[in-house]
């Protein structure tokens, strides 16, 4: 059915919102650094 459908998509966005939240915590606390979440730096090491 189109429910079970769009449960499934809501699902699969929860997850990407879940992991997207949790590679945007650390930038936040880089803020007071400066520049680092442009870079990237410290975040390269999570694509590994």
Not at 12 to 35: C, F, H, I
């Amino acid at each position: 059915t189109e429910i079970a459908r769009l449960t499934e998509e809501r699902k699969k966005l929860q997850e990407e919102l879940g992991a997207l939240q949790l590679s945007m915590t650390p930038v936040e606390e880089e803020d007071e650094q400066g520049d680092g979440e442009d870079q990237g730096e410290s975040h390269g090491e999570d694509n590994a």
